[in-house]
């Protein structure tokens, strides 16, 4: 009965290496090709592209880009990033897509202006980066021609951002604070790199440039004049009281622990980013901004009624 039993254990063996080998060889490539597609809808929604690069309403064409962005130097409109070959970003090569996302330079060579939070993305790594290409060239294409930008100079003048971006451009990966655990590092990769809290919550100076100083610390004069409160751990000025419960729940809901609703763009924010991320995401964000220096900044309101 051993003998039986060993052979019908071989032939079971052996049929079972082979389906593997043949359906590996069949299945493995596209499983992996959609995982990265999967990957980068996941890390895309972290980014918060959609929100910048989608007219808010006109749910035909997410990511053709055309949105008005309201800056204190005049507006900027969003490209398409669909794979549409003439009008979006179609045929772009890894490499060229990487570069204008971490260095903020187009495929022509020139910078882009920093609305584009390019500053924030150069902390992506390149795996990350490629699975948002990934994802992007797996949507369909719109044929939707990009807008001029209405800014007036000499904010508009593009070869002013090779200045800018000496002054104000830290290109290079995200590093973990010292000593850091893997959740507050991932915290910190997710806020600093995809999420890019700080190029809302931290002030800028007179040139557009962020203030490290006062990092997350908030500002009365944000994007589109907008009230930008704080959010670094100090208990009278910033989140120190809520819990990490609380900061979590905040970013599923929008609800404050005080059951206030949130307002301006942070709902678009939760909206399109931050309600698509995983518990174990979240909670890494909530420990790396319980993690981080509290910093006394008071930030009111400038309408405050
Ligand atoms: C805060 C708004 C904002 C966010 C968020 C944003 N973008 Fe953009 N993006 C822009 C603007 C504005 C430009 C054009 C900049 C310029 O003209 O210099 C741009 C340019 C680009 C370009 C260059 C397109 C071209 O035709 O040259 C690519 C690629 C791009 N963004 C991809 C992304 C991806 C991927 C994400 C998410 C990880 C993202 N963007 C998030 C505003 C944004
Ligand atoms: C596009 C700009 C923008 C980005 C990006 C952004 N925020 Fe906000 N955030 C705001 C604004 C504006 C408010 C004020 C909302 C209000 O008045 O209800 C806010 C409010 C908050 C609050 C409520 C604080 C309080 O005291 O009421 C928290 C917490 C918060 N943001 C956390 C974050 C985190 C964490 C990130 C990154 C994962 C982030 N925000 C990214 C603009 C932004």
Redesign the pocket.
């Known amino acids: 009965m051993g003998a039986e039993n060993s052979k019908q254990t071989v032939v079971r063996v052996f049929g079972a290496a082979i389906s593997v080998a043949f359906f590996g060889m069949l299945h493995i490539p596209s499983a992996t090709a959609d995982d990265m597609v999967a990957r980068g809808e996941y ?2 929604a ?8 989608t007219i808010p309403g006109d749910g035909n064409k997410p990511y053709a ?1 055309g ?1 008005a ?1 309201k800056t204190p130097f005049g507006v ?6 669909t794979p549409d070959g003439e009008t ?2 179609g045929g ?1 090569t890894d490499t060229q ?1 990487l570069t ?2 971490k260095t ?1 330079i ?2 022509s060579g ?9 500053t924030s ?1 150069t902390k ?1 790594t390149d795996e990350d ?1 490629l699975a ?2 990934a994802y ?1 060239d797996s949507l369909p294409k719109v044929v939707q021609e ?1 807008k001029g ?1 209405e800014v007036s100079a000499p904010f508009s003048w ?1 070869w002013l ?1 090779w200045g800018w971006r000496l002054l104000f451009f830290n290109e290079g990966p995200y590093v973990a604070p010292e000593g850091a655990s893997t959740e507050v590092a991932r915290g910190g990769y997710l806020v600093d790199a ?1 999420t ?1 809290c700080g ?1 809302c919550h931290t002030p800028r100076n007179m040139f557009g440039g962020v203030d490290a100083s006062l990092y997350l610390a908030g500002t009365p004069n944000g ?1 589109e004049g907008e009230f930008v409160p704080n959010i670094t751990p100090d208990n009278a000025t910033g989140i120190g009281e809520w819990s990490k419960g609380d900061i979590v729940s905040f970013m599923k809901t929008g609800l404050k622990p005080d059951y206030d609703d949130v307002q301006g763009s942070m709902e678009e924010v939760i909206e399109h980013s931050l309600s698509k991320l995983t518990e174990e995401d979240l909670t890494a964000i909530a420990d790396y901004l319980k993690s981080i220096k509290p910093i006394k900044n008071v930030v009111k309101r400038a309408s405050a009624s």
């Open positions: 890390l895309t972290a980014g918060g592209c959609y929100g910048c690069h880009g949105r962005l900027f409109y969003s490209p398409n990033i979006g970003i772009w897509f204008a996302l903020g187009s495929p020139h910078p882009y202006f920093p609305v584009f939070p390019y993305y992506i980066g948002i290409k992007l990009d930008h593009r951002q995809l890019h190029e994007g």
